[in-house]
């Protein structure tokens, strides 16, 4: 079983930084790949950075690509999301999550874990 904890959100103006933290626990954390996902009110959960196992290989929905990073620390079991350049189109519940592969996907149905949420709102 595998416990991941999402914290960093709040609220930001647009134009705005804000950097999500993801801690796991209850297995070999550097053995998996990790992602990030969000959703707003009435759309789907949706992809929007994954890492490969040792953060080596990194992938990026369009819409936040050049803007956010994702990174992670595999002695701290943590995975990272540094978000800049804010706009409120990004106003959601992001989610980690992780899977049981080395390898980096971006499809929400091929990850296996995942943590309760934190919200993250952009003002205009």
């Known amino acids: 079983q595998v416990q991941l904890v999402e914290s960093g959100g709040g609220l930001v103006q647009a134009g705005g930084s804000l950097r999500l933290s993801c801690a796991a626990s209850?297995?070999?954390?550097?053995?998996?790949?990790m992602g990030w996902f969000r959703q707003a009110p009435g759309n789907e959960r949706e992809f929007v950075a994954a890492?490969?196992?040792?953060?080596?290989?990194?992938l990026y929905a369009d819409s936040v690509k050049g803007r956010f990073t994702i990174s992670r620390d595999n002695a701290k079991n943590t995975l990272y999301l540094q978000m800049n350049s804010l706009k409120p189109d990004d106003t959601a519940v992001y989610y980690c999550a992780s899977r049981q592969s080395i390898v980096a996907v971006p499809t929400t149905t091929s990850y296996d874990y995942w943590g309760q949420g934190t919200q993250v709102t952009v003002s205009s």
């Open positions: 890492i490969n196992w040792s953060g080596g290989r990194t």
């Open positions: 209850g297995r070999t954390f550097s053995s998996y790949a």
